[in-house]
Structures are given as C-alpha cells and as structure tokens.
T-cell receptor, first 117, second 112 residues
Framework: SAVISQKPSRDICQRGTSLTIQCQVD?????MFWYRQQPGQSLTLIAT?????????ESGFVIDKFPISRPNLTFSTLTVSNMSPEDSSIYLC??????????????FGEGSRLTVL | GENVEQHPSTLSVQEGDSAVIKCTYS??????FPWYKQELGKGPQLIID?????GEKKDQRIAVTLNKTAKHFSLHITETQPEDSAVYFC???????????FGAGTILRVKS
C-alpha cells in the first residue's frame, strides 16, 4: 500500500477564486490520479497526473479549469480554477501501486473537501 | 465504455446478520474488481479485490465472488458489526484504458 497525504483537508472558498490541492505520497509511484466526488455521489476520474508531461484529462474535464502538476514521482497538485458552487466536492488523490498484475491496486488519500460560497 | 451498476443503494441489517452487495459490469474485457469502504469524512479504503482468474476470495468476514459469464460480482460481509456501517463502492477495470469505473455506492447501516 501507500500513505497518501492531501492538503488542505477542507476549505471554504469564495466564488471566482482558485484553490490548489497538494498530494504527497510516501513512495515513488508511476500512476497518480485525481478524482472528484460530488456530495452523496460516486467517484469520477478527473485526470491522470503524468510525471514530466501534461496531465491526461477525462471527458468533461479541461486543463483550464483543473490544471495539474506532477513535478516528480511522489507529488502532485490539482488546482480548481474560477470556482463556482457547482465545484463544491471532495477531491481525491489516488495512486496505483505497481507489481505484476495489471491494473494494480488503487489507493486513495483522505480527500480535500471544498465548499464554494 | 464500461458501465457498473450497484445494488442496493441502501442496506440496513441487524448486527450479526450478513450483508450482500451486488454489482454488474458491461465490458467483458474487465479483469479486476475491487471493493472500497468509505467512512464519513474519509477517503475510500480498499478492503478486498478479485481478479478474473478466480471465482471467490475471502478475508476474514469479507468475501467477494465473481461470475464472469454473467458479468457480476458481489461483496459478502458476515457477522456484521456496527463499525461495518459505511458506504461501499464496487469498481471494475481492465477494459478500455485500464481505468477504474465505480458503481454508485451502497450505504450500509448495521443496527445494534
């Protein structure tokens, strides 16, 4: 498994502002992902954070709204830009552990709960 | 793309009884089926998973069964305890892009 730390754990933000969420892993991992969990809903993949290159976004998510950085194999950031109340969600960092089996096991951080007023 | 359906959406059981949550998937190429438990205010925790080369896997009070022909898999919790109360998510991967697709979740309440 992997220990994943996210900051902030929660925040209340004003409409129109941006917030950056940090994700730190205790070991080097190849695959890092960002998920969104809207209130009472399931998990939706936002993007794959690629080390040294641009993130790969899923349908419905764009780089201008959710810029992602991945400077090394243990750290990533997700920015939620120009926030609106519809962005109020839990944002989760996850990592896939390696090994022979594919896909590998996916572990999650505790999440960052954002409330946009 | 892959579609995962999960039932029931809520489940209430008496402490000590068993609980069963079922999921179906659509992509026959899927080969990995994890289950996650999410407690209030926390991130999802991987509790058990199964790959397509086995039909059943057990870990103490938790078991998962897989029927590849019917494309469904189930989570079984025996001797439920109040601390089993949480939201449970199934997921599948292995098809297009190898990305996990999650079910809608099941709220499990264990009454003492």
């Amino acid at each position: 498994s992997a220990v994943i730390s996210q900051k902030p754990s929660r925040d209340i933000c004003q409409r129109g502002t941006s917030l950056t969420i940090q994700c730190q892993v205790d070991s080097q991992v190849t695959m890092m992902f960002w998920y969104r969990q809207q209130p009472g809903q399931s998990l939706t993949l936002i993007a794959t954070a690629n080390q040294g290159s641009e993130a790969t976004y899923e349908s419905g998510f764009v780089i201008d709204k959710f810029p992602i950085s991945r400077p090394n194999l243990t750290f990533s950031t997700l920015t939620v830009s120009n926030m609106s109340p519809e962005d109020s969600s839990i944002y989760l960092c996850s990592v896939e552990t390696g090994g022979a089996a594919s896909p590998g096991e996916l572990f999650f951080g505790e999440g960052s709960r954002l409330t946009v007023l | 793309g892959e579609n995962v359906e999960q039932h029931p959406s809520t489940l209430s059981v008496q402490e000590g009884d068993s609980a069963v949550i079922k999921c179906t998937y659509s992509d026959s190429a899927s080969n990995y089926f994890p289950w996650y438990k999410q407690e209030l205010g926390k991130g999802p925790q991987l509790i058990i998973d199964i790959r397509s080369n086995v039909g059943e896997k057990k870990d103490q009070r938790i078991a998962v069964t897989l029927n590849k022909t019917a494309k469904h898999f189930s989570l079984h919790i025996t001797e439920t305890q109040p601390e089993d109360s949480a939201v449970y998510f199934c997921a599948s991967a292995g098809g297009y892009g190898n990305k996990l697709v999650f079910g809608a979740g099941t709220i499990l309440r264990v009454k003492s």
